[in-house]
């Protein structure tokens, strides 16, 4: 592996954004050290979906969420969240089901 270069020290975003345009990000980070990140204080984008669910399993959603006092939809969500990040290992990052 090539050595790699050492990142400027920017005076302002529109530098470092000129920088970035004009260089090759592969010089200067070896991405295969990178990790996933999460923001958790960014507010997510959201898609609307449709999916069919048997009506039972929205009752008993329903009944989780009126006992937390929160909308079912984001009951939805908080569950969704939560098995997303057991079956990916990722128990201790934090996702903000909004």
């Known amino acids: 592996m090539k050595k790699l270069k050492e990142i400027p020290i920017f005076k302002s975003l529109k530098e470092e954004e000129e920088f970035w345009s004009t260089h090759d990000s592969t010089e200067y980070i070896n991405y295969s050290k990178v990790e996933l990140g999460f923001l958790p204080e960014l507010k997510p984008s959201s898609k609307t979906i449709s999916i069919r669910l048997p009506e039972s399993l929205v009752d008993a959603i329903k009944i989780l969420a009126n006992k937390q006092d929160i909308p079912y939809q984001s009951m939805l969500k908080i569950l969704l969240a939560d098995k997303v ?14």
Do not use: G, Q
């Open 85 to 98: 990040r057991e079956r990916l290992n990722l128990k201790n990052r934090k996702w903000r089901a909004a």
